[in-house]
């Protein structure tokens, strides 16, 4: 075994990654990955201190919040980014820990993690290679997948709380619970109980970190609102943009006025289009190709220049891979980056924007128009319609169908669900899982779309905000008397901090599929099914049945 990862539903095998990742990536960029996270770990309790003590270290948010968002699945396979990045943790661990010293303040009995040291770019190599580093450093299998959910959790909370900064908005409530989960994770100490209750406190601030961002994403741009998106092309250069960030986006819309480029969205990029700061941008014409799986073939078809804010990249084909860019915390081989801002000043995507006027305008691979828009704002709009609906028994069920999408053929079992389900029932959803049924015919009901997306990923936080309110419409005691079943795909480690979000809030009967996580080990599974009534998928009719049953008996 060269490496060991099974942070993603892709997991070789549904246990682990050994040899190179499904991702792509290679055993020594896991294995400084790894080390990238001990050392965050290692950081975050001396932060803790710090913490106690009242002491503020400048940029530590920031610097943490980034290098969990690096090893997010398929964000960043740039090895020279991680040692950089590695180098500058442990520059400031390092002088944080001198400063508490200097504080006289008790440091007590510090992990390796706090105390290791390295010189050179093969002492980082041979740390990231050491046993200690690695997920299988935890012997005992239920910690281990306790730690690794938590950990999984945080790196999700980490990208949601990254594009609030951007935004402006922080809360150093959330920071502060990062380290100390992070610092948790450390201490031998604390069994499983603590450790599920670590968990569930974990969710309580995914909750307020989702909450948080929507507030940043909804001042600067608006409330999401119904909008048709049109899937076609224009004869003009284009760059292509994919990931989540909203800031990103917006200063390359101001950057590519005027300059006879085109901008398109892709993949969990597609709700730019609900916002309405963004339409007045006569030069953003839509969303081009589907999920981040099958960008390897639309980013061929489309020509032009190709950004990606965040996560998802797939390594790509040569034929295209020299008009690719990265920003924030992605990175890949080759690919130009474009640095963060610098004293607050907007990103500079000049060189981008001249090289997309040198491309071939995109190839159309569809026409039409998709409508999304459905945030929990817009849905508040037509919350009298939607109750008269739900009492009229002309909705019989509402189905969250959030998360991601993937690769896998077993997939398909979404599209397959979608178009079997009774016309009776409405589909909420958010993330990228939306791809799967988004462009089907499923029609209305009374002029409710029976898809209704409120967005990307971090927009699940809508979906809860939803449930919370007709649980008030309706006079409910519990949120899980509602006429609303889950079944969620997921892929990696931003719908894990959905996930322990909708848990918080008292969720239960969740369906996750095509697989249940590789990271839980039997009795932590055992816990969730038995706690939370988790759940996975079998087939397209049993599972219906299923669901409506739940339906007609209540």
Request: charged share 25%; proline share 3%.
């Amino acid at each position: 075994m060269t490496m060991f990862c099974y942070q993603c539903q892709e997991a070789a095998g549904g246990r682990g990654c050994t040899k190179v990742g499904v991702c792509g990536k290679t055993a020594d960029l896991a294995a400084l990955q790894d080390l990238m996270i001990y050392s965050l770990k290692g950081l975050s309790a001396l932060g803790v201190k710090a913490d106690e003590a009242d002491i503020t270290v400048p940029g530590m948010d920031r610097l943490i919040v980034d290098g969990l968002f690096m090893t997010i699945t398929n964000a960043n396979f740039h090895k020279e980014r991680f040692f950089e990045k590695i180098k500058e943790v442990l520059k400031t661990r390092d002088e944080l820990k001198a400063m508490l010293i200097e504080k006289g303040i008790e440091l007590g009995d510090l992990a390796d993690a706090s105390t290791f040291t390295v010189n050179s770019r093969d002492e980082i190599e041979y740390k990231a290679s050491s046993e200690k580093v690695g997920v299988l450093a935890t012997e005992n299998e239920d910690i281990r997948s306790l730690r690794e959910l938590i950990t999984y959790g945080l790196k999700g909370m980490a990208a949601y709380a990254e594009h609030a900064m951007n935004l402006g908005y922080e809360d150093k409530e959330i920071f502060k619970f990062i380290r100390k989960a992070l610092a948790a994770t450390l201490d031998d100490s604390l069994g499983a109980d603590d450790l599920i209750a670590l968990t569930m406190e974990t969710g309580k601030y995914g909750v307020e970190v989702m909450a948080l961002l929507d507030k940043a994403n909804t001042s600067t741009y608006g409330n999401p609102e119904i909008t048709e998106v049109n899937i076609g092309v224009r004869n003009n250069p284009a760059i292509l943009v994919s990931g989540h960030d909203l800031k990103d986006f917006e200063e390359l819309l101001e950057q590519t006025k005027g300059t006879g480029v085109d901008v398109y969205t892709h993949g969990e990029m597609l709700p730019a289009n609900y916002y309405p700061a963004f339409k007045k941008y006569d030069h953003f014409v839509g969303n081009y190709g589907n999920a981040w799986w099958k960008q390897r073939e639309e980013f061929e078809k489309f020509n032009g220049v190709i950004l990606f804010t965040t996560n998802c990249i797939v390594p790509p084909a040569e034929s295209y891979a020299d008009r690719v860019y990265t920003t924030g915390a992605t990175g890949y081989p080759g690919f130009k980056h474009i640095p963060d801002r610098v004293d607050g000043k907007p990103k500079d995507f000049s060189e981008l924007i001249e090289h997309a006027k040198r491309l071939p305008a995109p190839t159309e691979i569809e026409r039409g128009k998709i409508v999304g828009g459905f945030a929990h704002a817009q849905v508040f709009a037509l919350a009298d319609k939607i109750v008269e609906a739900v009492k009229s028994g002309a909705i019989k069920k509402f189905f969250v169908m959030a998360g991601c999408d993937g690769r896998q053929s077993k997939r398909n079992y979404y599209t397959d669900f979608a178009k079997a389900l009774p016309k009776d029932t409405v589909i909420l959803t958010a993330g990228c899982a939306k791809y799967k049924y988004n462009k089907l015919n499923l029609g209305d009901i009374n002029g409710i779309p029976r898809v209704l997306d409120a967005g990307q990923c971090n927009d699940s936080y809508s979906l809860a905000v939803i449930a919370l309110k007709l649980k008030e419409i309706f006079e409910l005691n519990d949120i899980n008397d509602l006429p609303i079943a889950y079944n969620i795909a997921w892929y990696e480690q931003k719908a894990v901090i959905v996930l322990l979000a909708l848990l918080y809030l008292g969720v239960k009967n969740i369906h996750l599929g095509p697989t249940l996580p590789a990271f839980l080990s039997p009795n932590v599974a055992k816990v969730l099914v038995e706690t939370f009534g988790i759940g996975t998928i079998s087939n397209v009719e049993d599972d219906i049945a299923m669901f409506m049953g739940e339906t007609q008996e209540a």
